[in-house]
């Protein structure tokens, strides 16, 4: 099963799930993967951004995309290869692929500066993994401070057509949606797939630009397939509605620095992981910070009863 431009709907982005002592909790592995089959995702990405993946080993990385591709037979499963060097990135690539990936997704180093870089970069990454591997264009300026451009963007999926899906996480970004569609609408652009990140936060309006759904990590990720299910059935003020009710919780699970945390103790709290633990170096939620999301699950559960969990 190769990821194809024509992929929409809603692939989380699943968290790695560790023991309290920073062992990989395999248990917790298979019960994700489960709830993402439950809920109606289109597809899975493992090891990204927010899953810890530079605190793995190699061995470790490859293991957790396995159990995850065996677990996931029926979906496209995504393994983030992003590393600082192309050795490290083709040997991960290719164990993952050979193990039934979908594709890769990869993130530019934050040297980049100019456009030519980025373009360059991406053409070099392509030389090292293989033209035959699909791979998600990861645009997070926020986090990697690499500007990409519509036009960048337009260069790379023009020269490279391993380039099937863009992962959008600008902001703001709502116009480099619009552009990119109406280059496609004009024909200056082949089509991709853009799925969407910022944990949810712009999701409403990003479907009603032309996203093809979410590729993020928010800790209702059964809530971002209802709202892009509501979107395409043109169901506007239901996916509004929806969205609104979980747009505090977004926004508080969106903080740098601890929005990890956040979300792996509310998975925790929704019986999914067995704990909460990040590897080292980690911050942990404080006792007023937990207070904070217990808060805003009591007032989400008078909306969404998703939210109404059983007493901590």
């Known amino acids: 099963m190769r990821l194809t431009s024509d992929i929409r709907g809603v692939m989380p982005i699943a968290p790695t799930p560790f023991h309290d002592d920073g062992s990989i909790d395999t248990a917790s592995?298979?019960?994700?993967?489960?709830?993402?089959?439950?809920?109606?995702?289109?597809?899975?990405?493992?090891?990204?951004?927010l899953?810890?993946?530079?605190?793995?080993?190699?061995?470790?990385?490859?293991?957790?995309?396995?159990?995850?591709?065996?677990?996931?037979?029926?979906?496209?499963?995504?393994?983030?290869?992003?590393?600082?060097?192309f050795a490290a990135m083709r040997a991960l690539t290719r164990e993952v692929m050979d193990a039934g990936a979908a594709g890769v997704m990869i993130a530019p180093p934050n040297t980049l500066r100019t456009d030519d870089q980025v373009v360059g970069y991406y053409r070099q990454a392509v030389d090292a993994i293989g033209a035959d591997v699909p791979?998600?264009?990861?645009?997070?300026?926020?986090?990697?401070?690499?500007?990409?451009?519509?036009?960048?963007?337009?260069?790379?999926?023009?020269?490279?057509?391993?380039?099937?899906?863009?992962?959008?996480?600008?902001?703001?970004?709502?116009?480099?949606?619009s552009t990119l569609r109406g280059w496609e609408k004009d024909g200056s652009m082949r089509h991709i797939a853009i799925l969407c990140g910022n944990g949810g936060l712009f999701l409403d309006y990003e479907m009603e630009r032309g996203a093809d759904g979410a590729n993020t990590g928010y800790a209702f990720p059964d809530m971002l397939c209802d709202v892009v299910r509501l979107s395409a059935a043109g169901q506007r003020e239901g996916a509004h509605d929806l969205f609104d009710a979980h747009l505090p919780l977004l926004r508080y699970e969106q903080q740098p620095g601890v929005g990890l945390a956040v979300r792996k103790y509310i998975l925790r709290r929704r019986g999914l992981l067995a704990s909460a633990a990040q590897r080292k170096p980690a911050a942990p939620l404080t006792a007023a910070a937990q207070a904070e999301v217990e808060h805003l699950l009591q007032r989400l559960a008078r909306h969404d009863a998703r939210a109404k969990l059983p007493a901590a």
């Open 29 to 49: 592995i298979d019960r994700l993967t489960d709830f993402y089959l439950a809920c109606g995702a289109t597809g899975i990405t493992v090891l990204g951004q």
């Open 51 to 85: 899953g810890e993946a530079p605190k793995l080993e190699h061995d470790e990385s490859v293991a957790i995309a396995r159990q995850m591709i065996r677990r996931a037979s029926k979906l496209p499963v995504v393994v983030g290869v992003s590393a600082p060097g």
């Open 135 to 177: 791979f998600v264009l990861q645009d997070y300026p926020l986090t990697f401070s690499v500007q990409m451009t519509p036009g960048v963007i337009r260069r790379i999926v023009g020269e490279l057509p391993s380039c099937v899906m863009l992962k959008h996480e600008d902001w703001p970004g709502l116009e480099k949606i």
